[in-house]
């Protein structure tokens, strides 16, 4: 059953793209199971994509830079799919899933596949299965996936650690834009942008990037290393949006040229397994008879008649024995 959806999804059927998506999204047990058949079936028809993270500060047209730079990939002969994925509701899982109806153009294209997923309070808001549907994008021919994160907090950390090239979309516009801008951030990014240059805010937009690129001076590291770029642009009037691109390519072919693109996807999987082997571990603290043992080690503690180094050993003692 599970060659016969890799079969399908190699063909670019967008009903079994959508179908194999659902499948590694699920949480449960015969879903997972089936889902890393699916993966297994694929894995040897992937890795052949460029892989892109975008992520940015709030208001700054993630969705509408997203757009109209799908848009102009496709113009160029390009399959495109994006991962947007969507804040989801602390109290109910919930998500917006607003994105599709954001990215209207490049949502109805037959060359592009926009997903929506919500982030169900993982960590970065990025969601768990974001890898596993990367490669069934890649799998099904489409030869640039698309990473949008929700842009708060850990988000920028976890989707560097799944792409090629991490774009940074910023704006001018927000008071001091370096006193706002985290140092990590600056080091994370291998392109950035300063969206909405347009118009009345050319200027203003121009200024920022230079500011940008003079802070970025103090980060570089040696002369051989790659050095971020800084460029303006509009994504709702389409501007300059093919020279991020082309920095874009020219941190790829950096990458090529010094063996980096295999290392860093290698290394990408290792963390991956890492993350995999965390989050399970997590999952095993839900099982009841280890959340009977969490509460008794808390309220050892609360009480004062455990330290939290004992506490600790109690509960991974319970784990042990599960």
Known sequence: ???????????????????????????????????????????????????????????????????QLGVNLVADGRRVAVLAVDPSSGRTGGSILGDKTRM?????????????????????????????????MEAAGYDVVLVETVGVGQSEYVVADMVDTFLFL????TGDQLQGMKRGILELADVIAVNKADEQHEDEASRAARELSGALRFLRGAADEWQTPVITCSGLHNLN??????????????????????????????????????????????????????RAAEAAVRDERLT???????????????
Do not use: Y
């Open 241 to 294: 949006l093919d020279r991020v691109w082309q920095q874009v390519g020219r941190h790829r072919a950096w990458l090529d040229e010094h063996g980096g693109l295999e290392r860093k996807r290698c290394d990408q999987m290792v963390e991956w397994t890492r993350a995999l082997v965390r989050d399970r571990l997590l999952a095993r603290l839900d099982a009841p008879r280890v959340r009977e043992a969490v």
């Open 104 to 136: 209207t153009r490049l949502a109805n294209d037959e060359h592009a596949f926009v997903r929506p997923s919500p982030s169900a309070g993982t960590l970065g808001g990025v969601a768990q299965a974001t890898r596993e549907t990367m490669l069934v």
């Open 1 to 67: 059953m599970m060659d016969e959806l890799a079969a399908r999804v190699r063909a670019g059927e967008r009903a079994a793209v959508a179908r194999a998506i659902t499948l590694v999204e699920s949480r449960r047990g015969d879903h997972r199971n089936q889902a890393q058949q699916l993966l297994a079936a694929l894995l040897p028809h992937t890795g052949h994509a460029e892989r892109i993270g975008i992520s940015g500060v709030p208001g700054v047209g993630k969705s509408t830079f997203i757009d």
């Open 170 to 173: 910023t704006l001018a516009r």
């Open 308 to 322: 939290p180094d004992q506490a600790a050993e109690q509960i991974l003692g319970t784990l042990d024995r599960d």
